[in-house]
Structure formats: structure tokens, C-alpha cells
């Protein structure tokens, strides 16, 4: 069974800085491309950052300069670096392993951005 389990979210004020883990199980990585979604209450979920099997990356304009997508093969892992962290990026993150007409979501993980 596919897993992909999200790690790193929590508690941060404005400005601070989080990075976000996802490790994915039981599928081969380097042919997946990945990706960041996150959903705020009472929205949809939007794509955050997405990264293809070859390296390639592009990122919603709201996090542009601001997050930075990466993953390492060697580890089966996906990472997202938040910086710069603002109230409006407040919202549950989940990572999505997408391959032709698979695709596979973890569980999520909740980000908070508070004073």
C-alpha cells in the first residue's frame, strides 16, 4: 500500500520559518512527480509548489520567493521549506505523488501562523 506521510507542520508566528517532510513508501519516487497543496478553512485546496522527476519546479505566486520545493531520491522525500511565514498561509499542507493517471495523497499536515 502507497503511504505518503507529511511531517514538520505546527505553530509559528509571522516571519518564522517551518520546513515540511514527506516521505512516500511502496512506490518509485524518481518517477513521481511531487507536489504541495495546502486547503485554509472554508477553501479550496490549492496547489502550493510542485516539483517533476526531473527536477523542474514551479509555485502558486502567493509563495513565490518565499518557499522553496525539493526532494531527494535517495530518501524517498519531498520537502518544503517555508520562510517569511505569513497569516494567510495558515492551512491543513498535504503532499501529492502524481505519476500519468496515478496519483496518491498523504494525510496532511496543519500549519499555523499566529501571534
Known amino acids: 500500500q502507497v503511504q505518503l506521510v507529511e511531517s514538520g507542520g505546527g505553530l509559528v508566528q509571522p516571519g518564522g520559518s517551518l520546513r515540511l517532510s514527506c516521505s512516500a513508501s511502496?512506490?518509485?519516487?524518481?518517477?513521481?512527480?511531487m507536489g504541495w497543496y495546502r486547503q485554509a478553512p472554508g477553501k479550496q485546496r490549492e496547489l502550493v509548489a510542485h516539483i517533476t522527476s526531473g527536477g523542474d519546479t514551479k509555485y502558486a505566486d502567493s509563495v513565490k520567493d518565499r518557499f522553496t520545493i525539493s526532494r531527494d531520491n535517495a530518501k524517498n522525500t519531498v520537502y518544503l521549506q517555508m520562510n517569511s511565514l505569513k497569516l494567510e498561509d495558515t492551512a491543513v499542507y498535504y503532499c501529492r505523488a502524481a505519476l500519468q493517471y496515478r496519483e496518491y495523497w498523504g494525510q496532511g499536515t496543519q500549519v499555523t501562523v499566529s501571534s
Open positions: 511502496r512506490i518509485t519516487f524518481t518517477m513521481y512527480a
